[in-house]
């Protein structure tokens, strides 16, 4: 008994000795609490959001696959919470969106935008089905940065996202507008380096694919990115034939990306053969009913890089849209009132032999006008139908009148403005 009691004082003895050198080594490492570590964190955290006069360039990158891809965002933080945003998701860079932003921490120091903003929770919003639409994020643990550059990985998917500071010389707006110019280059593939050919994402996303072995076509790789202010990065870095290349810069005059890593290294796009750049659309057009002139129209700006106003139809100015796949569309829409009406473009499918047709509001179907070149001083645009009107392709075009400005069977009027019977395009005039 005497012997056990002996034993079991030495071990209190010498596990109280080894509690204490513990203690005095994590009391020399360590001079703070953790509470205090994390505080001061924060601290540095919130100075170098603040840091940046002119906001900072924000490369995200939602779902955890990165199938996505990544998307561009430019940011200004004030000391009082408020976040001012604008995205390449944007119609308009020039709108921005603030919202409510905060810094915590859990186990982690974390940067949280707390409020909704339309722009980055748009990742994250869910969809009809309630879920996650493209999986993302909008709490980011803070990991490392300085006042150039600061890097955070997402919670949930751990995805990294990086943030640059933006120059003396470039705001928020001008840092997305600089990116929309980039994207709207319209590239359908690419080829890095010596031959690597990539294809784009057929959804538009900022995702390119690769084979890296011709011999096993079902080894595909890809490889998601995003815009940066002056170019593209990629998310993982790519051999490019012995060589490791990341991060690229946007070459105006040659049309291609250069790589930072080895300037050898390009990434070259490839268009459709049939583009033509926005403003090479801009004009005065015949508008043509089989080999006649019907009238003069001109496609003027709308919204910058995307759509045009049709000024001089009927009295009215319909939406024409551009794409960057060698043609225009005019859709079925409303135009206006008229009178005590509402008129709207409809599309109609005539029979000209059996002197019969059936038109359509929706505005789903319309017709591509399709270019015969890619000279804009010889510039003819073809009228196709994209879709069937009663069993007839859309080849006409009604300008018809409801009593509601939401037509419907029991709103049309059975009036029109005018047709034009048939319509096959514009010939660019001027």
């Known amino acids: 008994m005497t012997m056990k009691r002996s034993y079991f004082i030495l071990s209190v003895a010498v596990a109280a000795l080894f509690a ?22 924060e601290q540095e955290c919130l100075d170098l959001l603040l840091s940046s006069e002119n906001g900072w360039f924000i490369q995200y990158y939602p779902s955890s696959g990165r199938e996505y891809g990544g998307f561009s965002f430019s ?35 974390t940067l949280t935008f707390d409020t909704y903003n339309s722009y980055f929770h748009s990742l994250s919003d869910p969809d009809i089905y309630g879920t996650n639409a493209l999986g993302g994020d909008f709490e980011f643990a803070f990991e490392s940065g300085d006042e150039s550059r ?57 995702c390119l694919y690769y084979t890296p072995d011709p011999e096993n076509p079902y080894d595909v790789r890809d490889v ?25 810069v946007w070459n105006g005059e040659t049309e291609r990306y250069v790589s930072r890593e080895d300037p050898s290294v390009e990434l070259v796009g490839v268009r459709n053969p049939m ?40 009295g009215f100015s319909p939406t024409v849209t551009w794409t960057p796949s060698g043609y225009l569309t005019l859709m079925a829409q409303y135009l206006g ?23 359509t509001w929706s505005t789903s179907v319309g017709f591509n006008l399709v270019n015969n070149g890619t000279d804009p001083d010889n510039l003819v ?21 409801f009593s509601s400005q939401t037509p419907s069977s029991s709103s049309f009027t059975q009036q029109r403005v005018d047709d034009v019977a048939p319509f096959t395009g514009l010939v660019k005039t001027n």
């Not at 945003?85 to 810094?103: K, N």
């Not at 998601?224 to 690229?248: H, I, R």
């Not at 005065?284 to 910058?304: F, I, R």
């Not at 196709?384 to 859309?394: L, P, R, W």
Request: hydrophobic share 40%; proline share 4%; glycine share 8%.
């Open 337 to 359: 009132p008229y009178g005590s009406n509402y008129a709207w473009l409809c599309p109609w499918g005539l029979d000209f032999d059996a002197g019969t047709g059936s038109f």
């Open 20 to 41: 204490g050198a513990c203690t005095n080594e994590i009391e020399d490492v360590f001079p703070q609490t953790a509470a205090q570590r994390l505080n001061e964190a």
């Open 275 to 314: 583009y033509m750049a926005y403003e090479d659309y801009l004009g005065t057009y015949n508008l043509m009913s089989g080999t006649s002139a019907v009238m003069e129209v001109t496609l003027e700006p709308d919204v910058e890089g995307s759509t045009y106003t049709m000024n001089g139809f009927f």
């Open 150 to 206: 600061i890097v955070f990985r997402a919670i949930k998917t751990g995805n990294r996202i990086v943030f640059t500071a933006l120059d003396d010389n470039t705001d928020v707006v001008a840092a997305i507008s600089n990116v929309l110019d980039m994207k709207n280059q319209y590239f359908m593939s690419y080829t890095l380096g010596e031959g690597i050919e990539m294809e784009c994402d057929p959804n538009g996303y900022n």
């Open 381 to 401: 645009l073809t009228a196709e139908g994209n879709s069937d009107v009663n069993g007839v392709t859309a080849n006409s075009i009604l300008v018809a009148l």
């Open 75 to 109: 940011a200004r933080f004030d000391d009082e919470g408020n976040v001012t945003m604008t995205s390449e998701l944007a119609a308009d860079p020039a709108v921005t969106a603030t919202s409510h932003y905060s810094i915590n921490t859990s186990t982690s120091v």
């Open 224 to 248: 998601p990115f995003s815009y940066s202010v002056d170019g593209l990065t990629f998310y993982d870095p790519v051999d490019a034939g012995g060589v490791e290349v990341q991060d690229f």
